[in-house]
């Protein structure tokens, strides 16, 4: 995952481009460096303030869309056997996987804003977000294990631990 320095190097200037550039179709860049790291700031942002919303209000009183009863019955329901507690980077990447989660995620297309948007997941829910315990995912994957993990109670042990 990239550092705060990193991601700071854009600068002003390169911070009031972002809000434009992100919203062109993915046609309309090469393999832009600039705009790969204005995705991963995005991305990063998210999962830091979504890391600080379960350190700091129990997860099982959270809600994070408008559908998430039916994200999480749908995800229990195509993934009744995933360990959301240890998730291992084939269970997301995978060609199985991916042949399981396309079906999953393309059913909240509408539903869910920017569904298939790139973010963070920890694989280990007990651990904080770094290098090793990260991966990239879409949107909609993120709320499915995310919504499991709160009303699971494995997201417990991030609330509790803040709290000691």
Same mark, same amino acid.
């Given at each position: 995952m990239a550092s705060h320095e990193g991601l700071a190097a854009l600068g002003v200037e390169g911070a009031s481009a972002a809000a434009h550039a992100l919203s062109l179709?993915?046609?309309a860049y090469g393999n832009d460096p600039r705009l790969e790291v204005m995705w991963a700031?995005?991305?990063?942002?998210?999962?830091?303030v979504y890391f600080n919303l379960i350190s700091s209000v129990d997860p099982k009183f959270l809600k994070l869309t408008k559908v998430d009863d039916q994200i999480y019955s749908s995800f229990r329901e195509t993934f009744k056997e995933l360990d959301v507690k240890q998730l291992k980077e084939e269970d997301l990447k995978s060609d199985e996987a991916k042949e399981r989660w396309r079906p999953f995620? =393309?059913?909240f297309e509408g539903i869910v804003e920017d569904f298939n948007y790139g973010t963070l997941l920890r694989l280990d829910c007990e651990k904080d977000y770094s290098e090793e315990n990260t991966?990239?995912?879409?949107r909609v994957q993120f709320f499915a294990v995310e919504i499991?993990? =709160?009303r699971e109670g494995y997201n417990n042990a991030v609330f509790k631990r803040s709290k000691s």
């Open positions: 179709p993915a046609e700031m995005k991305a990063y942002n998210h999962a830091e995620c =393309n059913q991966i990239f995912a879409t499991a993990r =709160n």
